[in-house]
């Protein structure tokens, strides 16, 4: 029987149960022995990340070939406009090469959202703006080049979903254990 846990990270922690002795760790959060995260998400990123106990299932989740589409809420600095969301959607050129194409569209900030500690940098002259990105791969840092590629930077990222499992009914810092 294998099992997955589901957590949501909060901002500035690192995916690693090891101390750096700079930021808090996933050992600050989960007590679980012989837990192991399926993925990583930065450390000023927010939101699900995948732990499971079982190797093969790890592999699944993060192998490219099974390609689980992972959902994320993007604020951003300014109002993409058709122009940026089209470029999005057909893919964007960043250094290490072309993205595939991402399904994405603006949305309202998400209701019952917690705040972030720290928060964001607020500019009375440039407002900000919500989207939901989805993404079927994972280059280091991608939603964040991608939307930064297009004109308008990452504020606040949020993994709201990978594959079937989503932050539904899941506060921040806090997990969830499920059996598979």
Known sequence: MSHIL??????????????????????????LPDFYPAGRLDTDSEGLLL???DGKLQNRITDPKHKLPKIYW??????????ALFRLRYGVQLKDGMTLPADVRNMDEPEG???????????KSIPTSWLELSIREG??????????AVGFPTLRLIRYRIGD??????????????TI
Request: charged residues 25%; aromatic residues 10%.
């Open 6 to 31: 589901l957590f949501n990270k909060p901002y500035g922690v690192i995916c690693q149960f090891s101390c750096d002795g700079m930021h808090p760790t996933l050992s600050d959060y989960i007590a």
């Open 51 to 53: 732990l499971t106990d």
């Open 74 to 83: 993007v604020q951003v600095e300014g109002i993409p406009d058709e122009s």
């Open 113 to 123: 959202l917690w705040r972030r500690n720290p928060p964001i940098r607020f500019r």
């Open 139 to 148: 280059k280091n840092r991608q939603v964040r080049r991608m939307t930064a």
């Open 165 to 178: 499992w989503s932050l539904d009914g899941l506060p921040q810092g806090e997990q969830r254990i499920m």
